[in-house]
Nanobody
Framework: QVQLVESGGGLVQAGGSLRLSCAAS????????MGWFRQAPGKERAFVAA????????SYADSVKGRFTISRDNAKNTVDLQMNSLKPEDTAVYYC????????????????WGQGTQVTVSS
């Protein structure tokens, strides 16, 4: 069992930056792939980024490549998402997720979800 709690969301102007953090608890945290999804109003949840168990391999949605960076610290049980050059279309609720296999991009392939944190980017 893994529990996830996100923080760091808020309101930012276009072009600005935000850093989301996810605090994880549970005995097997360091063995899980960690990631972020987002859900904009009226849209389905969409993959944003993922990092493998060691932190050595990452993947990103095309829409955020070059702007977002995912990282994890297994000693602190945290995973972060640094978001730069934010755009209004990045506005969404962002969810921290944990899954057993790396390389997955569908919501159903992740076992644990946080409660979400709102990110709003104004134009």
């Amino acid at each position: 069992q893994v529990q996830l709690v996100e923080s760091g969301g808020g309101l930012v102007q276009a072009g600005g930056s935000l850093r989301l953090s996810c605090a994880a608890s549970g005995r097997s945290y360091s063995s899980y792939t960690m990631g972020w999804f987002r859900q904009a109003p009226g849209k389905e949840r969409a993959f944003v980024a993922a990092v493998n168990w060691s932190g050595g391999t990452t993947s990103y949605a095309d829409s955020v490549k070059g702007r977002f960076t995912i990282s994890r610290d297994n000693a602190k049980n945290t995973v972060d998402l640094q978001m730069n050059s934010l755009k209004p279309e990045d506005t969404a609720v962002y969810y921290c997720v944990a899954g057993r296999q790396y390389g997955r991009t569908w919501p159903r392939e992740y076992d644990y979800w946080g409660q979400g944190t709102q990110v709003t980017v104004s134009s």
